[in-house]
T-cell receptor, first 110, second 113 residues
Framework: AQRVTQPEKLLSVFKGAPVELKCNYSYSGSPELFWYVQYSRQRLQLLLRHISRESIKGFTADLNKGETSFHLKKPFAQEEDSAMYYCALRATNTGNQFYFGTGTSLTVIP | KAGVTQTPRYLIKTRGQQVTLSCSPISGHRSVSWYQQTPGQGLQFLFEYFSETQRNKGNFPGRFSGRQFSNSRSEMNVSTLELGDSALYLC????????????FGQGTRLTVV
């Protein structure tokens, strides 16, 4: 069965420190993985997707199929990074359904 | 290009009532999905509609239903409301195809009293 696990509900780091938000998944097919972010009082929005292999706002995420992980990383956290982060897997074999993790609330301490 | 629009933004209902939520997807998007967001459970998938057909359904009771119209607009209905149905209901639209992004609406905050 498809599942996305984000083990940390809350994560606090100091400004300028590295940050890593963990995401593990289980999926029998070829996964499509995404990170979504929800800033305070804003709608959920896409941060990045694994297929693009891009860096957005300094964040990167590498798909590790061996460890079934898609951790989100940023070398130097900024205060504006404080938000709720959701890892999501798109189940391509069943239409357009996204499976979301329970989210990690990131707080960057000034 | 207008984003995903959900109406109403806020709703207060009493137990036992029913409610209908509306979602207008981004123009050209034929896939519309609904999610329930609660602090403890995160985002839980309700169902997905594509070209007026329900393509996927999550693990929710039959009180939760939906439909999609020919213009891709979608409605979600919850009957016999329970206190536990209080949540933020999010609608997302996307194009068909691989690695397509889901665009989310602002949500409808439903409070059942």
């Amino acid at each position: 069965a498809q599942r996305v696990t984000q083990p940390e509900k809350l994560l606090s780091v100091f400004k300028g420190a590295p940050v890593e938000l963990k995401c593990n998944y289980s999926y029998s097919g070829s996964p499509e993985l995404f990170w979504y972010v929800q800033y305070s009082r804003q709608r959920l929005q896409l941060l990045l997707r694994h297929i693009s292999r891009e860096s957005i706002k300094g964040f990167t995420a590498d798909l590790n199929k061996g460890e079934t992980s898609f951790h989100l990383k940023k070398p130097f956290a900024q205060e504006e990074d404080s938000a709720m982060y959701y890892c999501a897997l798109r189940a391509t074999n069943t239409g357009n359904q996204f499976y979301f993790g329970t989210g990690t609330s990131l707080t960057v301490i000034p | 290009k207008a984003g995903v629009t959900q109406t109403p933004r806020y709703l207060i209902k009493t137990r036992g009532q029913q409610v209908t939520l509306s979602c207008s997807p981004i123009s050209g998007h034929r896939s519309v999905s609904w999610y329930q967001q609660t602090p403890g459970q995160g985002l839980q998938f309700l169902f997905e509609y594509f070209s007026e057909t329900q393509r996927n359904k999550g693990n929710f009771p039959g009180r939760f239903s939906g439909r999609q119209f020919s213009n891709s607009r979608s409605e979600m209905n919850v009957s016999t409301l329970e206190l536990g149905d209080s949540a933020l209901y999010l609608c997302a639209s996307s194009l068909a195809g691989t690695n397509t992004e889901a665009f989310f609406g602002q949500g409808t905050r439903l409070t059942v009293v």
